[in-house]
């Protein structure tokens, strides 16, 4: 995973060249965030990773047309947005998701640059985690990345569930510290009551 929250001007460019360990950095930088922008208008994990794999291919076959970043991510996340009114239109779904995004305009826009915000906001708190020493981190990425309880990360680390209650409680102390400097906690904490609901919950 990248362990920050931005891409240099030197990697673009080798991106641009079609350098596969630059479209990794991209990839690793922008994934998780689309996942999760999918996944608050399909509901379906599986489905929103599919689509954020489809948009990176797209994104690679057109990889010469992009300078920036910024362009990057417009593009990744006007091509998600684009699949999920696709689905939701060929399932014929009438769901809540649906009906914001397929409303006005300007109603759209507010509600996919809502979700946007918060898929960029979760790539700072990801990339917090990152950052934090390694017991810490795992039990961290356990929880929130493949969304593992107490007892099935003990079993994945072989430590006691109370010793991952432990560490997971002190990599939470250790993750509001470092997101309260950047004065991102207030932020953080709301979106993380997505995650107490359940990561895609509808």
């Keep these: 995973m990248n362990g920050g929250t931005d891409i240099n001007q030197a990697i673009?460019?080798?991106?641009?060249?079609?350098d596969e360990q630059a479209f990794r950095q991209v990839f690793d930088l922008l994934f998780r965030p689309l996942?999760?922008?999918?996944?608050k208008f399909t509901g379906q994990k599986e489905e929103a990773e599919d689509m954020a794999a489809q948009a990176f291919h797209k994104?690679?076959?057109?990889r010469d047309g992009f300078s920036s970043l910024a362009a990057i991510r417009s593009f990744l996340y006007?091509?998600?947005r684009n699949q999920c009114l696709d689905l939701l239109k060929h399932k014929e779904v009438v769901s809540h998701a649906h009906q914001q995004l397929a409303a006005v305009p300007g109603e759209a826009d507010t509600f996919s640059e809502s979700r946007m915000m918060q898929a960029?906001?979760?790539?700072?708190i990801f990339a917090?985690?990152?950052k934090l020493p390694e017991k810490y981190r795992v039990v961290l990425e356990l929880s929130f990345k493949e969304e593992l309880s107490v007892?099935?990360?003990a079993l994945r680390t072989n430590k006691a569930e109370n010793?991952?209650?432990a560490d997971r409680s002190r990599a939470l102390a250790l993750l509001r510290a470092s997101l309260k400097d950047k004065k991102l906690l207030d932020a953080a904490l709301a979106l993380w009551a997505v995650y107490e609901a359940g990561y895609f919950s509808k």
């Design 128 to 130: 917090e985690i990152g």
């Design 151 to 153: 007892q099935e990360i």
């Design 78 to 80: 006007t091509t998600v």
């Design 12 to 18: 673009l460019a080798d991106f641009s060249k079609g």
């Design 120 to 124: 960029e906001l979760l790539a700072v």
């Design 59 to 62: 994104l690679w076959l057109r």
């Design 35 to 39: 996942c999760f922008f999918a996944g």
């Design 163 to 165: 010793h991952v209650r």
